[in-house]
């Protein structure tokens, strides 16, 4: 019998490669929120072909999550079997310039999701969470699960709480928790205030980059990186493959981190988009810890556990990062062009 399953924040740069990824590798019914007040683009859906060739299968409802799901529109959703809450303000930046505004709508995003988790019982509630929860790493060595919650900035800060609301409603309710820890992820339809979307458009535009350095300004962060289809399939191998674990049985939920499988600097991201362009870099290294407050220089997760279970990611790297950049420079409207 064909599952049916809920998407929160479905206009949404990640949720909406998800939707396409569930489209593409299942007989599903989906269930889409979305309050299009935030980052939410409702192109990013219709402009879809997977969507196009599949709209009966898709229904889209608009909810601020800021507000409790009403009856009314729990009746409109249905019964589900299978939820990924992806709704969530996700920008570093934003969160240091408005951390109150924007750490109050993380919180009750994830009260609404695990209140309404906790009405309608799922078979799997997957909350969508970051690897900067964990707060920066020395570049060698990466975090593995359940390491120390150390937040550097109110973005992280916001997703370790809602982490630990969803831990407290899998203890106190028995909600069906997986929680996630992702590393950056890039690809098609992401916002262009992300960091690869933003250096396509400062290449094309020959305008200066800013790259985050340490104080000598000589050596820039590196991150993990991942293709939104890669995200999206390991989410979809959980929900068929990973056991639910329960308290008492279990003293923690199951928790696993989504890695890319190469750490690259920020420097050598920069160039390697504008050699793919084919146009020279402009950029300036920049002291992090004076032009961002809270900087982490180095990101790092353990990606061995999810591999342990039997999951392979689907695309290269190197292929689907190529693939994404020709994407932009093909469609610049998307990065206000």
Not at 1 to 6: D, F, P, Y
Not at 20 to 31: I, R
Not at 158 to 161: C, D, I, L, M, V
């Given at each position: 019998?064909?599952?049916?399953?809920?998407l929160?924040?479905?206009?949404?740069?990640?949720?909406?490669?998800?939707l396409?990824?569930?489209?593409?590798?299942?007989?599903?019914?989906?269930?889409g929120?979305?309050?299009?007040?935030?980052?939410?683009?409702?192109?990013?859906?219709?402009?879809?072909?997977?969507?196009?060739?599949?709209?009966?299968?898709?229904?889209?409802?608009?909810?601020?999550?800021?507000?409790?799901?009403?009856?009314?529109?729990?009746?409109?959703?249905?019964?589900?079997?299978y939820?990924?809450?992806?709704?969530?303000?996700?920008?570093?930046?934003?969160?240091?310039?408005?951390?109150?505004?924007?750490?109050?709508?993380?919180?009750?995003?994830?009260?609404?999701?695990?209140?309404?988790?906790?009405?309608?019982?799922?078979?799997?509630?997957?909350?969508?969470?970051?690897?900067?929860?964990?707060?920066?790493?020395?570049?060698?060595?990466?975090?593995?699960?359940?390491?120390?919650?150390?937040?550097s900035?109110?973005?992280?800060a916001?997703?370790?709480?809602q982490?630990?609301?969803?831990?407290?409603?899998?203890?106190?309710?028995?909600?069906?928790?997986?929680?996630?820890?992702?590393?950056?992820?890039?690809?098609?339809?992401?916002?262009?205030?992300?960091?690869?979307?933003?250096?396509?458009?400062?290449?094309?535009?020959?305008?200066?980059?800013?790259?985050?350095a340490?104080?000598?300004?000589?050596?820039?962060?590196?991150?993990?990186?991942?293709?939104?289809r890669?995200?999206?399939?390991?989410?979809?191998?959980?929900?068929?493959?990973?056991?639910?674990?329960?308290?008492?049985?279990?003293?923690?939920?199951?928790?696993?981190?989504?890695?890319?499988?190469?750490?690259?600097?920020?420097l050598?991201?920069?160039?390697?988009?504008?050699?793919?362009?084919?146009?020279?870099?402009?950029?300036?290294?920049?002291?992090?810890?004076?032009?961002?407050?809270?900087?982490?220089?180095?990101?790092g997760?353990?990606?061995?556990?999810?591999?342990?279970?039997?999951?392979?990611?689907?695309?290269?790297?190197?292929?689907?990062?190529?693939?994404?950049?020709?994407?932009?420079?093909?469609?610049?409207?998307?990065?206000?062009?």
């Open positions: 019998m064909s599952k049916r399953i809920l929160t924040g479905v206009g949404g740069f990640i949720s909406s490669h998800c396409s990824h569930v489209l593409v590798n299942t007989d599903w019914e989906v269930v929120l979305d309050s299009w007040n935030h980052k939410g683009i409702s192109e990013r859906v219709s402009e879809s072909k997977h969507y196009q060739d599949n709209k009966h299968r898709v229904r889209i409802y608009t909810h601020d999550l800021n507000s409790p799901i009403s009856h009314v529109l729990e009746h409109k959703i249905g019964k589900v079997d939820i990924i809450n992806f709704a969530s303000d996700s920008h570093v930046d934003r969160s240091i310039a408005h951390p109150s505004i924007f750490v109050k709508n993380n919180v009750n995003i994830a009260l609404n999701m695990m209140d309404y988790a906790r009405t309608v019982n799922p078979e799997k509630f997957i909350q969508i969470g970051t690897d900067e929860v964990y707060g920066p790493t020395d570049g060698i060595h990466n975090h593995p699960e359940w390491s120390p919650i150390i937040p900035n109110p973005y992280s916001s997703k370790a709480a982490d630990a609301i969803a831990i407290s409603y899998w203890r106190t309710y028995g909600v069906p928790l997986i929680l996630t820890n992702i590393m950056n992820t890039f690809g098609e339809y992401q916002d262009s205030e992300k960091f690869i979307p933003l250096v396509v458009k400062k290449v094309l535009k020959g305008e200066k980059i800013t790259i985050h340490d104080k000598t300004k000589t050596v820039s962060g590196a991150r993990y990186w991942l293709h939104a890669n995200t999206s399939d390991a989410l979809l191998f959980m929900l068929k493959n990973v056991p639910i674990a329960k308290y008492p049985e279990s003293s923690r939920p199951e928790r696993f981190n989504i890695v890319g499988g190469k750490q690259i600097s920020n050598d991201i920069v160039l390697w988009i504008a050699k793919i362009i084919g146009k020279e870099a402009n950029y300036e290294m920049v002291d992090a810890e004076t032009s961002r407050p809270g900087h982490d220089k180095f990101y997760l353990s990606g061995e556990k999810l591999k342990s279970y039997g999951h392979e990611f689907p695309k290269n790297l190197e292929e689907s990062f190529e693939k994404t950049i020709k994407w932009y420079v093909d469609n610049p409207r998307w990065i206000g062009l």
